[in-house]
């Protein structure tokens, strides 16, 4: 007795949705990361559930590089951010004007 796809399928979509969300409507930097993270995170549960589908390890492996990938995104990430809540004293998108000279 397995759980049908569809309902992994089901899950990553609402995460991705939640996450979609997050980006357009928040306007703090950590927030918005941490959406963009819940996506991938939602990705990656659409390609194990996949992977398990077709019986193949793929989905897996994939994964396993999605998430090495996400490792660096998230220390090169939070450097930029916490570099720029020392230099502005916030981190909210709309104080927050990057192209100024």
Known sequence: MSVPIAYYQIL???LFA???AGVIFRRNILVIFMC???MLNAANISLVAFGRAL???DGQVLV???L???AAEV???LAIIIDLFRKEGTVDINQVSLLKG
């Open 55 to 57: 019986n193949s390890p």
């Open 18 to 20: 939640i996450g979609v």
């Open 75 to 77: 220390s090169v990430g």
């Open 68 to 70: 090495a990938v996400a």
């Open 36 to 38: 963009v993270e819940l």
């Open 64 to 66: 396993f590089f999605a």
């Open 12 to 14: 990553a979509a609402a």
